[in-house]
């Protein structure tokens, strides 16, 4: 446990000497190799930081500071690809947001209920929370990426200074109304529940010693430097993720999946440990939470930031993702809505991801 804490404490560290060292510098490919691993280390670190001060705060605090934690990441990403990446990346913004939708709603809930209902068979959740997750989400996702498509005072699938400021302010609002209810209101809603056969009490993690203020102070302050790092390395990595993704002749737009899958890939884990351990709720939590960040914090980013940023802003969803999204939204609905899942609903989600994946390579 020592050994994992110290790496835990040096890689922000170290992530930090090398931004230092290679600011403002173009890296070559030995050089973006090495800040790709500090910045996938920064990463972890990030959110390990952010799971110990949640640990101390409490569930379902733990899912609200993770992530936030992650979208500022994500957001320093899109942002730092867009300065950098001109006519091309008018669409990263969406497209980042749409594979954040995906990514979770489909991968860390499907993933979440298969492995749970391996060992308890039927999983079990509260429909009340998880629903009003995913009302949320498919809101915030309607707003957001939806709408543009349709609208027809800027065209071209772009929001209108006007819309893209109602849009940006609706999102960010009712993402504050979400945490309300999940941590005020009703929070009842979002707690672990019981599995059939569980050998041990579902609160069990949740209830084990948490740490101390210190610690959590330090883990506050590691955290703060692993975010100032990956921002930075993500600014010097994003010429080097757009020359990967074109040399292996993949769409532009495949960057978005790339940013999403990096950002996401820690909490994928922490709701696979989730599910293993009996607690299904948490796992949906870190799922749609991470869906409803990505876009109620995000899309308000982006926006301020367009304000400096130059070319359009393209949010508006293409046929084939807007039918991919209808399609998950239906799903999640006919398996949240009964309260508990088996392993096909699950795999259904699973396949879901993997279709979005294969047409984001061939579309």
Do not use: C
Not at 115 to 127: A, C, I, K
Not at 229 to 242: D, H, K, R, T, Y
């Amino acid at each position: 446990m020592r050994e994992q804490m110290s790496w835990n404490v040096a890689v922000p560290l170290a992530a930090l000497v090398m931004l230092a060292l290679t600011w403002d510098t173009v890296p070559g490919p030995l050089l973006a190799g090495l800040e790709a691993i500090f910045l996938i280390g920064a990463v972890l670190a990030a959110v390990h930081h952010a799971e110990v001060v949640a640990h101390r705060v409490g569930e379902p605090f733990g899912s609200l500071v993770l992530a936030t934690a992650v979208t500022v990441i994500e957001l320093a990403l899109i942002i730092a690809l867009m300065a950098s990446g001109g006519h091309d990346a008018e669409t990263l913004a969406r497209d980042t947001a749409l594979a954040a939708v995906m990514i979770t709603m489909n991968g860390i809930a499907g993933l979440s209920l298969l492995l749970g209902s391996r060992r308890y068979g039927v999983t079990l959740f509260n429909p009340h929370g998880t629903g009003a997750a995913l009302a949320t989400v498919t809101t915030l996702a309607t707003l957001s990426l939806v709408l543009p498509t349709f609208t027809t005072t800027r065209g071209g699938q772009e929001f209108s200074p006007g819309q893209l400021g109602f849009a940006a302010v609706a999102s960010l609002l009712l993402y504050l109304l979400f945490v309300f209810t999940q941590t005020v209101r009703h929070r009842d809603f979002f707690l672990p529940i019981e599995q059939e056969g569980q050998q041990r009490p579902v609160d069990e993690e949740s209830h084990a010693e948490p740490p101390s203020n210190a610690a959590a102070l330090r883990s506050v302050g590691l955290l703060l430097v692993a975010l100032v790092a990956v921002v930075g390395l993500a600014e010097q990595e994003s010429p080097a993720i757009e020359k990967m993704v074109a040399a292996v002749g993949f769409p532009h737009s495949f960057v978005g999946l790339v940013i999403a899958s990096l950002v996401l890939l820690p909490e994928t884990l922490a709701a696979a440990r989730a599910a293993r351990g009996g607690r299904i709720q948490t796992s949906l939590n870190l799922a749609y939470g991470s869906a409803m960040a990505s876009i109620g914090l995000t899309i308000p980013g982006i926006a301020l930031a367009s304000i400096w940023l130059e070319g359009p802003l393209i949010l508006g969803l293409g046929p084939t993702q807007l039918v991919l999204f209808a399609v998950t939204v239906v799903v999640s609905m006919l398996t949240v809505v009964p309260g508990r899942a088996t392993r096909l609903q699950g795999e259904v989600h699973l396949v879901l991801l993997a279709a979005y994946v294969f047409l984001a390579v061939v579309p």
